[in-house]
């Protein structure tokens, strides 16, 4: 029995979804003003994880992920500027190509550490009538007012259980609330749906019953995840920093809506530092991911995040990398000395982990000490559910033709040629491993 650990219960629970074998999964994407970084990465990649074990498990998975490309303000002040339309300002685009950009580069580093594209990637810009209807909503239900400024914002004490999946009553989060609430709320919790544009602002602005603006951040999840998935669905996630306030006002808003639940387990991917300090824009200690991948193979880097279970900070060091590609390095070679019979007990204990809160942790080392047990089938399962490309040397005309030309060369004793093709076939991905009889050439 699967099962994981539900922030909005505290507990770790048997995962049961809702329809047989079909589980709807919802993860906040991207804010798409700026590239992201291997932080951002690790939640991708324990969703994907998530994504693949629950498919492995005979799940169909209907996976959304969404893109925010609309009035995303600056941290927590609703007061702050938009983050799109700040950088828009910085660099003289338009917010439509900065938007365009920023989407392209996300895309593109799900793709190079080979996360299976979700099932939809809806854009907050694309469901701005569906948005103003949800909010319209809001207001004849009581949940939402209206102000002078024609800002919309949430009424948090219309909610009595506001709080609970940070599992904070409303007093405290009032007394917790530090930046400085605008003018126009009732109260310095409330949240915003809608922002009235400034003056003059022309771009990613709409009209509405309330003037022109743009929605707040937290209603295109309620919107987006009610209109592809249902009223409530399986499972909710993103990284913890989320779960207040941005997942806590998504509960209100969906719940406040429909009154039911909006999803049956919240799942939440722990941080990561950078050698021990937050990774952050304002701190400039942030690592891209086509920067990572320059030291790093894509299977490197998913061996070294997953040997730290999800919910748990993970370090990015060195050190901690490092055992990504030894662990690569290791369990590539026994695949490629892998028999056909395995062990179904011993496999099965690798899973029976995974089914336990996906401890990747545990997993990996079982892995590591059964894999002379294993069989090339069951390597291959388990690639697939750690997301791991394994392109033999074989599959690489270019490489193999110079690793046929290295042998030709080692044979011969021509070992200035033979460092030479080592270096070609290393720049190609590949580690080169001699024995005294052969040469092994393992994928990176
Ligand atoms: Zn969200």
């Known amino acids: 029995m699967f099962q994981i650990y539900n922030t909005l219960t505290g507990k770790r629970e048997n995962f049961k979804s809702i329809k047989p074998k079909k589980v709807g999964m919802y993860v906040c994407g991207p804010t798409v003003y700026d590239y992201g970084h291997v932080g951002h990465a690790r939640t991708y990649l324990t969703f994907d994880l998530l994504n693949r074990f629950l498919s492995s498990l005979g799940y169909k998975v209907n996976y959304i992920q969404n893109i925010t490309d609309v009035g995303h303000l600056v941290g927590d002040a609703e007061t702050g500027t938009d983050k799109i339309k700040k950088k828009a300002q910085e660099t003289g685009e338009s917010i439509g190509d900065i938007v365009r950009h920023y989407t392209e580069a996300h895309l593109e580093d799900l793709k190079s550490l080979n996360i299976l594209e979700p099932s939809n990637l809806p854009k907050a810009s694309e469901h701005i009538k569906e948005i103003v209807s949800f909010i319209q909503d809001l207001i004849s239900r009581g949940f939402a007012y209206v102000t002078e400024e024609g800002n919309v914002y949430f009424s948090v004490n219309k909610k009595p259980d506001y709080g609970k999946l940070s599992h904070r009553g409303l007093a405290e989060i009032l007394t917790g609330t530090r930046v400085e609430p605008a003018k126009d709320k009732r109260l310095p919790a409330d949240f915003a749906l809608w922002k009235s544009a400034p003056s003059g602002a022309t771009e990613f602005v709409w009209?509405?019953?309330w003037g022109k603006g743009f929605p707040g951040w937290h209603i295109e999840c309620s919107v987006m995840s009610q209109k592809y998935l249902g009223d409530t669905f399986d499972i909710h996630g993103s990284a913890v920093e989320h779960v207040f306030p941005h997942h806590e006002n998504e509960i209100a808003q969906s719940e406040a809506k429909t009154g039911q639940l909006l999803a049956n387990y919240w799942v939440h991917s722990g941080m990561l530092t950078l050698n021990g300090r937050k990774m952050s824009k304002s701190l400039g200690n942030t690592v891209r991911v086509p920067d990572a991948l320059k030291d790093y193979s894509s299977n490197e880097i998913r061996l070294a995040f997953y040997q730290t279970p999800y919910r748990q900070p993970f370090d990015y060091t060195r050190e901690s990398m490092t055992q990504g590609v030894a662990l690569r390095s290791k369990l590539f070679n026994a695949y490629m000395?892998?028999?056909?019979?395995?062990?179904?007990?011993?496999?099965?204990?690798?899973?029976?982990?995974?089914?336990?809160?996906?401890?990747?942790?545990?997993?990996?080392?079982?892995?590591?000490e059964l894999s002379n047990t294993l069989s090339r089938e069951q390597f291959e399962k388990l690639f697939n559910i750690f997301g791991l490309r394994f392109i033999a040397i074989e599959e690489n005309p270019q490489a193999k033709k110079l690793a046929d030309e290295r042998e030709e060369a080692r044979a011969k004793k021509d070992f200035l040629t033979s460092d030479n093709r080592r270096g070609e076939i290393e720049q190609l991905g590949y580690e080169v491993k001699d024995s005294d009889s052969e040469s092994h050439y393992i994928p990176r």
Do not use: M, V
């Open 337 to 368: 000395g892998a028999a056909t019979e395995g062990d179904e007990e011993r496999f099965k204990e690798i899973i029976d982990a995974l089914s336990d809160d996906l401890d990747t942790h545990r997993a990996l080392d079982l892995w590591s």
């Open 207 to 209: 009209d509405s019953p």
